[in-house]
Every structure is written in structure tokens, then in C-alpha cells.
């Protein structure tokens, strides 16, 4: 409301100040001519025309500081979450919409409540692009009396969840 009221008052201030001859009657009452309501049109922020970034370290300044985003306008996402389930060698490959520059990889395994050992699962280097990755995770195996030794085994059929986030600029 205040801001409607800011506006309203611009647009007598600049009908004010007009020279008398720029000035139409209706009649008798003064009222604006085209030129006077261009430049009271000029004053007033229009919509954007573009989504303003999703984020950013000068949210509030721009060059276009006389535009304004709509009440109902949606930040594109800017992370991906994506589940898959490993094959036979413990890979799985996963697609998402094209993001703006190669992700950060962070894949979670899904274990039941009887596990008795984490299934680590990795990203596979060279495979994270814009819009996808492979991911590989392994078993932990062991041998009588000697406890766990290194993974290096592929696990087949582990449930995968992986979140792809954009790298911090």
C-alpha cells in the first residue's frame, strides 16, 4: 500500500511540475497527456523478464534494480536427487537434468536394519558429467580369523541414493 501511495504521489509531483501548456482539461480538471503518463510509466517497476539466479553472493544489487520478479515466479532447483539399484559388479548409472556445471557426486547406500557392515558405495572418476555419473560400491569381505580386509568385491543389488550439488564458485 505504501508503495501504491509512492506512486500515485510521483505521478501528481511530475503532472505538477509539467509547463501549463503540456497540460490537457477535461472540464476544467487538469489531466496528463501521453508524454506526462510515459514518464510517469517510467518510474513504475516493471516484471522481470528473466528468473533472477537462485543464488548468489549480491542477491540485492544488479544492474536492473528497476525490475521486479512475480509473486508466482519458481527458482530453477539447483541440486539432484536420484536413487538407482547396483548390478552385477556393484555399478549403477544414474542421469539427471543438465545442471550448470559438474557436480559435487555424494552417494548414500541403503542398508537394512540387519546389516551388519556398511556398503560403501563412490562416485566412478572420469564418469560425473553435467548430467549423470556412475557410481560403484563395494562389499566388505572377510577371512576366517582375520576380521574385515579391503573392499574389492562389487556389491550387486544395493540401493543407491545420490545427490548431485553444484560446487561452490
Keep these: ?20 501548456a503540456a497540460q490537457t482539461t477535461i472540464n476544467g480538471h487538469p489531466i496528463m497527456n501521453e508524454v506526462t503518463l510515459a514518464q510517469v510509466q517510467a518510474i513504475i ?7 533472477p539466479p537462485s ?3 549480491t542477491a540485492s544489487t544488479g544492474a536492473q534494480w528497476m525490475r521486479y520478479a512475480l509473486e508466482d515466479h519458481v527458482h530453477s532447483r539447483i541440486t539432484r536427487a536420484v536413487q538407482c539399484t547396483t548390478v552385477t559388479g556393484g555399478t ?5 537434468a543438465a545442471m550448470p556445471s559438474v557436480p559435487i557426486v555424494l552417494p548414500f547406500s541403503l542398508v537394512a536394519s540387519s ?3 556398511p556398503i560403501p558405495c563412490h562416485p ?7 548430467t549423470g555419473a556412475t557410481i560403484k560400491c563395494f ?8 576380521g574385515l580386509l579391503p573392499f574389492t568385491t ?12 553444484p560446487q561452490s564458485s
Excluded: D, H, R
Aim: with cysteine.
Design 1 to 20: 500500500m505504501k508503495k501504491l501511495v509512492a506512486y500515485i504521489a510521483a505521478f501528481f509531483v511530475i503532472a505538477l511540475a509539467l509547463p501549463a
Design 45 to 51: 517497476p516493471q516484471p522481470a523478464n528473466v528468473v
Design 55 to 57: 543464488e548468489s553472493s
Design 92 to 96: 549403477c548409472t544414474v542421469t539427471w
Design 115 to 117: 546389516a551388519t557392515q
Design 124 to 130: 566412478v572418476v572420469g564418469t560425473i558429467t553435467m
Design 139 to 146: 562389499q566388505p569381505q572377510s577371512i576366517l580369523g582375520l
Design 154 to 165: 562389487g556389491a550387486a543389488g544395493v540401493s543407491v541414493q545420490i545427490f548431485a550439488i
